[in-house]
T-cell receptor, first 115, second 114 residues
Framework: AQSVTQLDSQVPVFEEAPVELRCNYS??????LFWYVQYPNQGLQLLLK??????LVKGINGFEAEFNKSQTSFHLRKPSVHISDTAEYFC?????????????FGQGTRLTINP | KAGVTQTPRYLIKTRGQQVTLSCSPI?????VSWYQQTPGQGLQFLFE???????NKGNFPGRFSGRQFSNSRSEMNVSTLELGDSALYLC?????????????FGPGTRLTVL
């Protein structure tokens, strides 16, 4: 079975400061990795995903994430946040070769940007 | 292209009733998945449909069921509602049934069970 741990349930930062949201996963098989964002009263939107190749993945809205296989981590970063980045962020995995769309999500990290 | 639409957006039911939620995927998408989101359990996979067939099912009781129609639209049904079924139900669609495919989520249906 797969599991995803988001190490921080809440992260408060000041506007224009850098931020890192941490994600670790556990799986006995290879997985694809995803970061999704959920704005208030909305569904989830894909920020970025790691399938293969370069371990540094760039996504939308200036976000990037680095896949570290040895540490089974996929941390999300942004060098300078804006008020509009206030949202909940979810890390997720799916099993490679499973033929299944099933995503296993972490518990989420609520990012709050203070002016 | 229009995004994933879910109806209704909000629903209030009482214990013991049943409910049907509807999801229209992005045009051309053939795979539809359903997730339940609650403050306590987070986001949990319910089931996945592709070509009108349920391909995968999460760890939910048999009261939760679904189906997919030939136009890829999907419905999920919950019978004999319990208080714990109060949640945001999210539908997601993707082009193919591949683990690497991006899932596009709808805004959800918020179900409240009284």
């Amino acid at each position: 079975a797969q599991s995803v741990t988001q190490l921080d349930s809440q992260v408060p930062v000041f506007e224009e400061a850098p931020v890192e949201l941490r994600c670790n996963y556990s799986s006995s098989v290879s997985v694809y990795l995803f970061w999704y964002v959920q704005y208030p009263n909305q569904g989830l939107q894909l920020l970025l995903k790691y399938l293969s190749g370069s371990t540094l993945v760039k996504g939308i809205n200036g976000f990037e994430a680095e896949f570290n296989k040895s540490q089974t981590s996929f941390h999300l970063r942004k060098p300078s946040v804006h008020i509009s980045d206030t949202a909940e962020y979810f890390c997720a995995v799916s099993v490679i070769g499973s033929g299944a769309q099933k995503l296993v999500f972490g518990q989420g990290t609520r990012l709050t940007i203070n002016p | 292209k229009a995004g994933v639409t879910q109806t209704p957006r909000y629903l209030i039911k009482t214990r013991g009733q049943q409910v049907t939620l509807s999801c229209s995927p992005i045009s051309g998408h053939r795979s539809v998945s359903w997730y339940q989101q609650t403050p306590g359990q987070g986001l949990q996979f319910l089931f996945e449909y592709f070509s009108e067939t349920q391909r995968n099912k999460g760890n939910f009781p048999g009261r939760f069921s679904g189906r997919q129609f030939s136009n890829s639209r999907s419905e999920m049904n919950v019978s004999t509602l319990e208080l714990g079924d109060s949640a945001l139900y999210l539908c997601a669609s993707s082009l193919r049934q591949e683990a690497s495919d991006t899932q596009y989520f709808g805004p959800g249906t918020r179900l409240t069970v009284l």
